[in-house]
């Protein structure tokens, strides 16, 4: 097997509730300055990315959602493919703001060799003019930031908004991820968005979400150091990977 350096995965497992998708991965203990990225695909094998942000292997399903943790910083995000981002910006100075974003008119969901990740962003209220001609600037809110915490109420750090947590002694990294977070519509039945067609969100049943799960290194470009499933001559295989 793989030697156990300090932060090496050794075991990954998931399970949902109606609110949460819940992600456990356990880790040489001594890793506390390591990074992490969590690779998940809701329609695996049909969408999302071949390749991730400066790392140097692949994963042959792909991923169209990307974890990345801190450890040092304790600071968490997730990014969603550019080929499965239903939005998009659209610029013009004319407008408050000068920018806003908008619906793609149709999106197929597909897997690309590669496809860069972006923030996920909504804009919950647009540029408009009050009666009086007042100005009101459109707003955006990035639900990319995974806030850092416990859920459990009776540790310290507690917060009902975490994401997700490192236990340093046991060696336990755990996330919790909305189920709307990954754009799942109805999780009980595994339906989940699967493009647009006239600005309208299409809607499939998912044969699972793929999962894989790599500690990385920062420097000189993010190298995988560990990961579960393996990555084997460059890759993480479509055989290798589990669904859940």
Sequence with gaps: GEELTPGAIKTVYAKSDFRFIHIRIDVEKGGENSDYFILLNTLPG?????????????????????????????????????????????????????????????LTASLDDA?????????????????????????????????????????????????????????????????GLVYFTNPAGGITYAGLEKTEPISIKTKGISIAAMKVSSAGGKQAISSLPAVKEGKITTEDTPLF
């Design 46 to 106: 049909l969408a999302g990315s071949k390749s991730m942000p400066g790392l140097d292997a692949v994963i042959e399903n792909g991923a169209n959602f990307l974890i990345r943790l801190s450890l040092a910083s304790q600071e968490g995000w997730i990014y969603i493919s550019k080929n499965f981002n239903p939005n998009y910006w659209i610029y013009n100075e004319k407008r408050p703001g000068g920018k806003y974003l908008a619906k793609k008119e149709r």
């Design 115 to 179: 496809s860069p990740f972006e923030e996920i962003i909504t804009q919950p209220n647009r540029a408009h003019y009050g009666r009086d001609g007042s100005v009101f600037y459109p707003k955006f809110m990035s639900r990319s930031f995974l806030k850092y915490g416990t859920a459990d109420k009776s540790l310290p750090g507690y917060s009902d908004k975490s994401a997700w947590h490192f236990d340093n002694k046991k060696g336990i990294l755990e996330a919790r991820i909305p189920w």
